[in-house]
């Protein structure tokens, strides 16, 4: 076996994308590649005390920088690439969650108008334990401290949009993107679906840890440094991004109201339970009795539902090509640091 090939990346200020799609490609990489990446937190890295307020440090729409995108040789619409989080570690020791006005589940917002005032713009900083791995939560306004274990992860990863479209970092859709599902951690793989040639493959977002939900619409975001294997999958199609991890497929949905974001990733779980042989029915009864379906982001633009079943509860089977398995020992390839 050929040794891994390796493309580290670390983003200067200014070259950083902000979309999926309409931003050309930093690089060319062929399948079975490994990226190791460095990602500034959706702030940019601007938020730094709690005196700096979103609204005074950062500029909308350059929220959520992404790094990348990556052309990855031979992805064509019609196939997925599959991208397995090697690891996922925090570059700093500290990280930042707000209240932003008009945004957030438990607020009005643009979309959801009212005649209440809009929550005030609150900044907390939060300090990490790197070698005990926590994270540090002190309130602002009274002398409580949790400490609360560390999970970091990805909010967001994607590919390209179809139909020529441009989509804002911000958003999620069958593209991926700003899915903010605390499923995107180290071990699991993510596999997007390819719409343009090379897919164009961005991540971003990190979070030392994040709520189910995301309710406040800010989780502890902080900069990352990501290491990701990035396979391709010839001739197979996925209308949805799904992740699988060593116990659990998952399939995500993301839409408004939130009711079609559960029922696209349930019609999603269901259709790749028959790739284990059983019929639509036979499927949807499985899911339906088996299945969990925690929330994953609701704010914004679009909503994100997650639905996932334990793998030992399935058949016998093999979904797409077994490339779960096959990541996790291409993954043991890579040299130690």
Known sequence: MNDPRILT?????????????????VARIEPRTFLDVYTEDCFAG????????????????????????FHVVGAEPGDTVAVHFVSVEPARDWAASTTVPL?????????????????????????LDRSRRTCLFSARDSDIQVELPMDPMHGTVGVAPA???????????????????????????????????????????????????????????????????????????TPWPRIESDTHLMSTGS??????ALRISQLD????????????????????QAGEAPLAYVCDTNYTCVAKIRKEWLPAGDPHRGHHRHLRETATLLPSP
């Open 269 to 288: 779980l269901v259709q790749l339970a028959r790739d284990y042989g059983l019929s639509e029915l036979d499927a949807y009864q499985l899911v339906s």
């Open 255 to 260: 839409a408004r109201p939130l009711e079609d």
């Open 46 to 69: 601007r938020v730094r005390s709690e005196k700096d307020l979103v609204s005074s440090v950062c500029e909308f729409p350059f929220l959520n920088p992404q790094t990348g995108p």
């Open 103 to 127: 945004f957030g589940a438990l607020t009005s917002t643009h979309t959801t108008a009212s005649l209440q005032a809009p929550l005030p713009e609150v900044v907390w900083m939060w300090q």
């Open 163 to 237: 139909n020529l479209e441009v989509r804002s970092a911000l958003v999620p859709d069958a593209h991926g993107g700003n899915m903010d599902t605390p499923g995107m951690r180290a071990g699991v793989a993510c596999c997007p679906g390819v719409n343009v040639e090379g897919a164009l493959l961005s991540p971003g977002d990190g979070h030392a840890r994040q709520g189910e939900g995301e309710t406040c619409g800010v989780a502890v975001e902080c900069a990352m440094n990501t290491v990701v294997l990035v396979e391709l999958l010839k001739g197979v199609t």
């Open 9 to 25: 990346v670390r983003p200067k200020e200014g070259e950083y994308a902000w979309t999926f799609g309409g931003a050309a490609p």
